[in-house]
């Protein structure tokens, strides 16, 4: 059996400080094959930088997925061309920097394939997730029957409708970028693990990170605002997700949401 940790979206340095406490403390209750955590907003609350990325890789993150805000940070741009670690959406042009997907091998030898795919509704203007998600897979097939899917979207229904699209065809669809858990993991029938949002790891009193005052004047002034991170209420929102290590599909996901006790 393949365990797998995925932590929901970092919000900035809050989000760091949850995840250098609290990470420790999951891996030694539970034997994880793959941490994956989507950290595209690891860096003051919006994109990503070498050293915020190194920090959250030592302490013991193996691959980030990301979103929209992957490339708000200048300095991640020359980094991206080297780590791979770090997947871009991969229905974003080509010519976008990032790596399309990852395949980790984990210390039992089992290959895990993971793709970061972003939504169209409401968001921005790429190729097709949905056909994008079906190019990779018949590809991936070839190398393991473990795939891993970061849908990184804003409506609910645009990601329940690809992780129907994608039961039996992969592992696990997890849902990301409302930064607001939702409360629907299940394993639909043909054995692909899915939850509409994963959540936000990082301050809680907050609307969705950011400061509630700073995020009110936005829109009530309907100006630019300065956002900053909250600070208060600090939880690791995320989920486990089980998967048969034979046939690829899971066996158990298991939402977390857990309180930074100060």
């Not at 080509?94 to 984990?106: H, K, L, M, R, V």
């Not at 190729?127 to 097939?141: G, V």
């Not at 409302?178 to 959540?199: F, M, S, V």
Request: charged share 25%.
């Amino acid at each position: 059996m393949i365990k797998i940790l995925f932590i929901a979206d970092i919000f900035g340095k809050p989000g760091r400080k949850v995840v250098l406490q609290l990470l420790p403390l999951l891996k030694s209750r539970e034997d994880f094959d793959l941490i994956i955590a989507n950290g595209e907003n690891l860096a003051g609350g919006r994109g990503i930088t070498p050293k915020t990325a190194t920090q959250m890789f030592e302490i013991g993150i193996d691959i980030f997925t990301s979103g929209n805000h992957l490339w708000d940070k200048k300095e991640i741009i020359k980094f991206l061309l080297d780590e791979k670690r770090i997947l871009k959406p991969a229905n974003y042009p080509p010519q976008a920097p990032g790596n399309d997907f990852f395949i980790y091998e984990s210390r039992k030898k089992i290959k895990i394939a993971i793709i970061n795919l972003i939504g169209r509704a409401f968001t921005v203007t790429v190729d097709c997730p949905f056909r994008c998600a079906d190019s990779y897979i018949k590809k991936l097939k070839e190398i393991t029957n473990i795939i891993f899917i970061d849908f990184h979207a804003e409506t609910t229904a645009e990601k329940m409708a690809l992780a129907w699209y994608l039961d039996g065809k992969v592992s696990a669809v997890i849902g990301t970028h409302t930064h607001i858990q939702t409360a629907d993991e299940r394993i639909l029938p043909k054995g692909t693990a899915y939850i509409t949002d994963a959540g936000m790891t990082g301050p809680h009193d907050s609307v969705i990170g950011v400061r509630t005052q700073d995020a009110i004047n936005r829109f009530i002034k309907q100006i630019p605002v300065r956002f900053n991170p909250a600070k208060e209420n600090l939880k690791l929102n995320g989920v486990i997700v089980s998967i048969d290590e034979q046939t690829g599909r899971a066996t158990d996901i298991q939402r977390l949401s857990i309180p930074l006790e100060e």
